[in-house]
């Protein structure tokens, strides 16, 4: 089993008298890789903030490394970790010697500095820029030494906040890819906070999702991105189709009518309250009648294609069915040989794929 690195319990932040965290209970253990994610306001980083020991509360307990934060030594706790910011923060000196403060600020001998430094630049690709001065970098280079700089003395639990939201797409899809390998190898503890959940399918294993303060999910991100909490959560996952619908009670059966007309029986759990219901693309398939014996439980709509988006392996199609626009996600090869803008066309999903919030 591994060891707890974080633990909190009833937890309680306010910021001009007014609740901004309720954490009712959170853990994490050594090694894992968590990401924090939720709207803008959700209170990540001030999550984030408590985890650092920036911020106060007064009611609840908060374990790190097996010490009561309360009565502590939260000097000796901070050095057992390390953050990086959205900003990058670096000295106008050399990347080596930016690399190398947090090390002689602890008085390690600069024959030991030297191995330390080259070797955290290596891992992160930029021992080529050890003379460089720091403010020439471009933004991707500077986060590599901000990265560096943050792993150089070995931190057992690393926060990271938002680092890499300025940059491009492929920059900070390498560097998410890189960190997860080093922090894996190094068997670092590592809290990302963002809220881009494409940053958290390219790194992390758990996915922490915040909510107006309070932790509404906490899953593996496979689990969150076809299986949301709520309307919002769909929204911020980037959910294809989030369907108004009402949930209706005939005897012992329950059936879903969505806003389009379509109505389905449902087998899955109940949601008496349910408005909406949630279908990712790739769940909607275009039908074909020749097979329809493969899909017995199968929903079937029709509908004329309005729009195709091209992309890598899979292409989106929208579909406009009695006023509702659905996204369907298929292979390439289904779009280029068989669809077409104007098309008249069938589709369908089985009801289990689809979540009820």
Not at 56 to 70: P, Q, R, W
Not at 302 to 327: A, C, D, F, Q, W
């Amino acid at each position: 089993m591994r060891q707890v690195v974080l633990e909190i319990a009833d937890i309680k932040v306010f910021r001009n008298k007014r609740q901004t965290l309720t954490i009712e209970t959170l853990a994490i253990s050594a090694g894992e890789i968590v990401a924090i994610v939720g709207p803008n306001g959700a209170g990540k980083s001030t999550l984030l903030q408590l985890i650092n020991m920036h911020l106060s509360y007064k009611t609840g307990t908060m374990i790190l490394f097996g010490e009561d934060v309360a009565r502590a030594d939260k000097h000796s706790l901070r050095r057992r970790s390390s953050m990086v910011f959205q900003e990058t923060m670096l000295l106008d000196d050399t990347v080596f010697n930016n690399v190398a403060l947090a090390l002689r600020f602890r008085g390690m001998a600069e024959r030991d500095i030297k191995g330390k430094v080259n070797k955290v630049l290596a891992d992160f690709h930029c021992a080529h820029l050890a003379t460089r001065m720091a403010r020439k970098l471009s933004g991707g280079e500077a986060q590599r030494v901000c990265l560096a700089r943050a792993l150089v003395y070995e931190p057992e639990l690393l926060l990271l906040d938002e680092p890499f939201a300025a940059l491009d797409s492929p920059t900070r899809n390498t560097l998410l890819a890189e960190l997860r390998l080093v922090a894996i190898a190094r068997g670092t503890t590592v809290i990302l906070v963002s809220h881009n959940f494409n940053d958290v399918l390219y790194f992390a294993e758990r996915a922490v999702v915040l909510q107006e303060g309070c932790i509404v999910q906490d899953d593996s991100p496979a689990v969150i991105l076809r299986r949301p909490v709520n309307a919002i959560i769909a929204s911020l996952i980037g959910m294809d189709n989030i369907l108004p619908c009402q949930v209706e009670k005939q005897g012992d059966d329950i059936f879903i009518q969505l806003v389009n007309g379509v109505r389905f029986a449902w087998m899955g759990e109940v949601v008496p309250v349910a408005t909406v219901c949630c279908l990712p693309g790739d769940a909607l398939y275009i039908f074909d009648e020749q097979l329809s014996y493969q899909y017995n439980s199968s929903i079937v709509m029709e509908g004329n294609v309005s729009k195709i988006v091209p992309g890598i392996g899979m292409y989106r199609i929208m579909v406009e069915t009695k006023g509702v626009s659905l996204t369907v996600r298929v292979p390439r090869e289904q779009v280029t040989s068989r669809v077409s803008i104007g098309m008249h066309l069938k589709i369908a999903f089985n009801p289990m794929e689809a979540q009820l919030v």
